[in-house]
Protein backbone atom coordinates (compact mmCIF):
# COMPACT_ATOMS: atom_id res chain seq x y z
CA UNK A 1 0.00 0.00 0.00
CA UNK A 2 1.40 3.24 -0.58
CA UNK A 3 2.41 5.61 2.11
CA UNK A 4 2.32 9.13 2.92
CA UNK A 5 4.96 11.73 4.20
CA UNK A 6 3.55 15.46 5.36
CA UNK A 7 6.32 17.77 5.32
CA UNK A 8 6.61 20.57 7.61
CA UNK A 9 8.91 23.88 6.66
CA UNK A 10 9.81 25.55 10.28
CA UNK A 11 9.86 28.99 7.68
CA UNK A 12 7.29 31.06 6.63
CA UNK A 13 9.81 32.85 4.36
CA UNK A 14 9.42 33.28 1.04
CA UNK A 15 11.70 31.63 -0.89
CA UNK A 16 13.09 29.89 2.93
CA UNK A 17 16.14 27.52 2.36
CA UNK A 18 14.16 25.56 4.42
CA UNK A 19 11.10 24.82 2.58
CA UNK A 20 13.45 24.80 -0.52
CA UNK A 21 15.04 21.03 1.15
CA UNK A 22 11.77 20.00 1.64
CA UNK A 23 10.56 20.39 -1.94
CA UNK A 24 13.75 19.09 -3.30
CA UNK A 25 13.16 16.00 -0.88
CA UNK A 26 9.77 15.38 -2.79
CA UNK A 27 12.04 15.23 -6.09
CA UNK A 28 13.94 12.06 -4.26
CA UNK A 29 10.98 9.82 -3.18
CA UNK A 30 9.73 7.22 -4.90
CA UNK A 31 6.71 7.42 -7.10
CA UNK A 32 4.56 5.62 -5.05
CA UNK A 33 4.86 7.76 -1.48
CA UNK A 34 2.15 10.38 -1.80
CA UNK A 35 3.98 13.85 -0.36
CA UNK A 36 2.61 16.67 0.38
CA UNK A 37 3.97 20.10 2.30
CA UNK A 38 2.09 21.68 4.99
CA UNK A 39 1.01 25.66 3.65
CA UNK A 40 -1.16 26.46 6.80
CA UNK A 41 1.15 27.15 9.24
CA UNK A 42 0.76 30.61 8.68
CA UNK A 43 -3.44 30.39 9.62
CA UNK A 44 -2.89 28.56 12.76
CA UNK A 45 -4.19 30.52 15.65
CA UNK A 46 -2.50 31.13 18.71
CA UNK A 47 -2.17 27.94 20.61
CA UNK A 48 -5.29 28.34 23.32
CA UNK A 49 -6.47 25.10 25.52
CA UNK A 50 -9.15 24.39 24.43
CA UNK A 51 -12.47 23.63 27.15
CA UNK A 52 -13.31 20.01 26.69
CA UNK A 53 -16.29 20.78 24.64
CA UNK A 54 -14.77 22.92 22.70
CA UNK A 55 -14.57 22.59 19.07
CA UNK A 56 -10.98 23.06 17.64
CA UNK A 57 -10.74 25.46 15.06
CA UNK A 58 -11.03 24.97 11.07
CA UNK A 59 -7.43 25.24 10.76
CA UNK A 60 -6.69 22.83 13.32
CA UNK A 61 -8.75 20.49 12.46
CA UNK A 62 -7.04 20.85 9.19
CA UNK A 63 -3.48 20.09 10.48
CA UNK A 64 -4.51 17.14 13.10
CA UNK A 65 -6.54 15.62 9.72
CA UNK A 66 -3.28 15.70 7.87
CA UNK A 67 -0.85 14.64 10.65
CA UNK A 68 -3.26 11.67 11.22
CA UNK A 69 -3.22 10.45 7.49
CA UNK A 70 0.61 10.85 7.28
CA UNK A 71 2.63 7.57 7.53
CA UNK A 72 5.14 9.98 8.55
CA UNK A 73 6.21 13.17 8.79
CA UNK A 74 9.39 15.61 8.01
CA UNK A 75 10.26 18.54 10.18
CA UNK A 76 12.63 21.06 8.62
CA UNK A 77 13.57 24.31 10.30
CA UNK A 78 15.44 27.17 10.99
CA UNK A 79 16.51 28.60 14.22
CA UNK A 80 15.56 32.13 15.55
CA UNK A 81 16.72 33.69 18.15
CA UNK A 82 18.62 30.77 19.90
CA UNK A 83 15.03 28.38 19.80
CA UNK A 84 12.20 27.29 17.44
CA UNK A 85 10.74 29.85 14.96
CA UNK A 86 7.35 30.67 17.40
CA UNK A 87 5.05 29.60 14.57
CA UNK A 88 6.22 25.83 14.96
CA UNK A 89 6.65 25.62 18.27
CA UNK A 90 2.69 26.93 18.43
CA UNK A 91 1.78 24.16 15.56
CA UNK A 92 3.47 21.24 17.63
CA UNK A 93 1.55 22.81 20.77
CA UNK A 94 -1.67 22.40 18.70
CA UNK A 95 -0.94 18.49 18.53
CA UNK A 96 -0.24 18.00 22.17
CA UNK A 97 -3.76 17.26 23.85
CA UNK A 98 -4.65 14.79 20.52
CA UNK A 99 -1.61 12.88 20.69
CA UNK A 100 -1.31 13.48 16.67
CA UNK A 101 2.49 12.79 16.69
CA UNK A 102 1.93 9.63 19.12
CA UNK A 103 4.25 6.88 17.54
CA UNK A 104 4.55 8.96 14.22
CA UNK A 105 7.68 8.44 12.46
CA UNK A 106 9.67 11.87 12.24
CA UNK A 107 12.59 12.96 10.28
CA UNK A 108 14.10 16.29 11.95
CA UNK A 109 16.21 18.63 9.89
CA UNK A 110 17.62 21.68 11.44
CA UNK A 111 18.76 23.86 8.88
CA UNK A 112 20.16 27.52 9.41
CA UNK A 113 22.94 30.04 10.53
CA UNK A 114 24.04 27.87 13.46
CA UNK A 115 20.69 25.87 14.62
CA UNK A 116 22.38 24.39 17.40
CA UNK A 117 19.97 25.34 19.72
CA UNK A 118 16.60 24.90 18.12
CA UNK A 119 17.78 20.86 17.02
CA UNK A 120 17.66 19.39 20.59
CA UNK A 121 15.01 21.80 21.35
CA UNK A 122 12.91 20.29 18.45
CA UNK A 123 14.05 16.57 19.55
CA UNK A 124 12.90 17.61 23.23
CA UNK A 125 9.64 18.57 21.96
CA UNK A 126 9.23 16.05 19.75
CA UNK A 127 9.99 13.54 22.81
CA UNK A 128 7.12 15.15 25.05
CA UNK A 129 4.75 14.55 22.25
CA UNK A 130 5.90 10.86 22.10
CA UNK A 131 7.09 11.35 18.48
CA UNK A 132 8.80 8.13 17.29
CA UNK A 133 12.09 9.79 15.96
CA UNK A 134 13.80 7.60 13.30
CA UNK A 135 17.03 6.65 14.15
CA UNK A 136 19.55 8.29 12.22
CA UNK A 137 17.24 10.33 10.56
CA UNK A 138 18.02 13.82 12.23
CA UNK A 139 20.14 16.52 10.56
CA UNK A 140 21.61 19.61 11.84
CA UNK A 141 22.47 21.81 8.63
CA UNK A 142 24.55 24.83 9.58
CA UNK A 143 25.57 27.47 7.20
CA UNK A 144 22.66 26.66 4.67
CA UNK A 145 22.97 29.74 3.00
CA UNK A 146 26.58 29.14 1.78
CA UNK A 147 25.29 25.35 0.84
CA UNK A 148 22.23 25.88 -1.40
CA UNK A 149 22.25 27.63 -4.69
CA UNK A 150 19.60 30.05 -5.42
CA UNK A 151 17.34 27.28 -7.59
CA UNK A 152 17.40 25.41 -4.18
CA UNK A 153 19.79 22.76 -4.65
CA UNK A 154 22.23 21.79 -2.27
CA UNK A 155 26.00 22.42 -3.75
CA UNK A 156 27.71 20.97 -0.72
CA UNK A 157 27.67 17.12 -1.69
CA UNK A 158 28.36 16.12 2.26
CA UNK A 159 25.50 17.54 2.79
CA UNK A 160 23.22 16.26 -0.15
CA UNK A 161 24.39 12.85 1.16
CA UNK A 162 23.43 13.77 4.25
CA UNK A 163 19.85 14.00 3.72
CA UNK A 164 19.69 11.38 1.25
CA UNK A 165 20.54 9.41 4.19
CA UNK A 166 17.80 11.15 6.38
CA UNK A 167 15.20 10.24 3.80
CA UNK A 168 16.33 6.81 3.33
CA UNK A 169 16.01 6.07 6.64
CA UNK A 170 13.05 7.46 6.99
CA UNK A 171 11.22 5.20 3.97
CA UNK A 172 12.86 2.42 5.75
CA UNK A 173 10.74 3.07 8.82
CA UNK A 174 7.91 3.09 7.06
CA UNK A 175 8.02 0.63 4.18
C1 LIG B 1 15.12 37.26 13.41
C2 LIG B 1 16.11 36.20 13.05
C3 LIG B 1 16.80 35.54 14.04
C4 LIG B 1 17.71 34.54 13.73
N1 LIG B 1 18.34 33.88 14.73
C5 LIG B 1 19.14 32.83 14.42
C6 LIG B 1 19.70 32.04 15.47
O1 LIG B 1 19.53 32.27 16.65
N2 LIG B 1 20.44 30.99 15.11
C7 LIG B 1 20.66 30.64 13.80
O2 LIG B 1 21.29 29.64 13.53
N3 LIG B 1 20.16 31.39 12.80
C8 LIG B 1 19.40 32.48 13.08
N4 LIG B 1 18.86 33.21 12.08
C9 LIG B 1 19.23 32.93 10.71
C10 LIG B 1 18.25 31.97 10.05
O3 LIG B 1 18.34 30.72 10.64
C11 LIG B 1 18.58 31.87 8.58
O4 LIG B 1 18.28 33.10 8.01
C12 LIG B 1 17.84 30.75 7.90
O5 LIG B 1 18.32 30.65 6.60
C13 LIG B 1 16.36 30.99 7.86
O6 LIG B 1 15.71 29.86 7.32
P1 LIG B 1 14.85 29.95 6.00
O7 LIG B 1 15.81 30.25 4.87
O8 LIG B 1 14.24 28.60 5.85
O9 LIG B 1 13.84 31.03 6.17
C14 LIG B 1 17.97 34.23 12.37
C15 LIG B 1 17.27 34.90 11.38
C16 LIG B 1 16.35 35.86 11.70
C17 LIG B 1 15.58 36.56 10.61
Not at 18 to 29: P, S
Not at 50 to 62: G, I, L, N, T, Y
Not at 136 to 152: E, V
Request: aromatic residues 6%.
Amino acid sequence: MSKTILAISGSLRDRSSNTQILKLIGTWLPADISYDIYDGMGDLPHFIPAAEDEAFPKAVQSLHNQLDEADAVIICTPEYAFGLPGSLKNLLDWTVATGNFVDKPVAVITASSQGSYAHPSLLTTLGALSANIVDDATLLIPFIRAKMDTNGNITDEATERELHTVIDNLLQAIT
